[in-house]
């Protein structure tokens, strides 16, 4: 399913989040910065962290681009998406719980 111009693309899932999903494509680390915008809505990472993931999915949505021009960068991808699985784990494991009751 193509988006319109510039228009967001719905990602059919049902709401479930995929347990420890390996980053092979685009949708998934799609989903990975916005389980980190949902985490730091709900106060379960900080802002520093949110930025970090923000700025690791951009640089590898950036090489799923490239490497579709030069396949010779996939190494270079593959390095980034390990770096952001990692990094992933790190925050699943360290974020607190979100806050109850005020």
Same mark, same amino acid.
């Given at each position: 399913?193509?988006?319109?111009?510039?228009?967001?693309? /719905? #990602?059919?899932?049902?709401?479930?989040?995929?347990?420890?999903?390996?980053?092979?494509?685009?949708?998934?680390?799609?989903? /990975? %910065?916005?389980?980190?915008?949902?985490?730091? %809505?709900? +106060? +379960? #990472?900080?802002?520093? +962290?949110?930025?970090? #993931?923000?700025?690791?999915?951009?640089?590898? %949505?950036?090489?799923?681009?490239?490497?579709?021009?030069?396949?010779?960068?996939?190494?270079?991808?593959?390095?980034?998406?390990?770096?952001?699985?990692?990094?992933?784990?790190?925050? +699943?494991?360290?974020?607190?719980?979100?806050?109850?009751?005020?």
């Amino acid at each position: 399913m193509r988006s319109p111009a510039g228009g967001l693309r /719905v #990602i059919k899932g049902g709401g479930q989040r995929r347990q420890d999903e390996p980053l092979a494509s685009r949708d998934a680390v799609a989903r /990975v %910065l916005m389980e980190a915008g949902v985490d730091l %809505l709900l +106060r +379960r #990472i900080s802002p520093a +962290r949110a930025a970090e #993931i923000e700025h690791k999915v951009d640089r590898v %949505l950036d090489l799923f681009d490239r490497v579709d021009a030069a396949p010779l960068l996939m190494p270079v991808l593959q390095r980034h998406l390990d770096d952001l699985e990692a990094l992933m784990r790190e925050t +699943r494991q360290v974020r607190s719980p979100a806050r109850r009751g005020g």
